[in-house]
């Protein structure tokens, strides 16, 4: 195993789409050590970079879309809700449910932790 401490967000997803596949396998038991060792070193990178960091999860989330080259249309599938509804979400006309947050967690690998942050919503009319 030749993995270091990361140091990019290339490295990183390599690092999650290495250790995905590793969970996945049907030989994950033969590979325990590296899988925490994965997860070790992805969790440390996403403390540093998202859960410490002050961005406010929706500007969190509008940068996770342009790193990944998204559309507003991509991410509400990913979250599992309607164009409108991420449209307002982006917009800071209403909140993230829980489901929300689970699945761009997921999709992302970052901790729900990071989008779950008190953010300053805008009145509704």
Not at 66 to 80: K, P, W, Y
Request: hydrophobic share 35%.
């Amino acid at each position: 195993m030749k993995y270091t401490v990361i140091k990019s967000d290339k490295q990183h997803r390599e690092y999650c789409n290495k250790l995905e596949n590793l969970v996945f396998s049907e030989q994950s038991d033969e590979y325990r050590d590296e899988i925490e060792l994965l997860t070790l070193l992805i969790e440390d990178w996403e403390a540093r970079q998202f859960v410490d960091h002050e961005m406010d999860p929706v500007e969190l989330v509008k940068s996770l879309m342009e790193e990944h080259d998204l559309t507003q249309t991509d991410l509400a599938e990913i979250a599992g809700i309607g164009k409108s509804y991420m449209s307002e979400i982006l917009n800071y006309k209403k909140q993230m449910s829980k489901r929300v947050i689970r699945n761009i967690a997921r999709h992302f690998k970052i901790r729900q932790s990071a989008l779950n942050k008190k953010v300053e919503y805008l009145p509704t009319d």
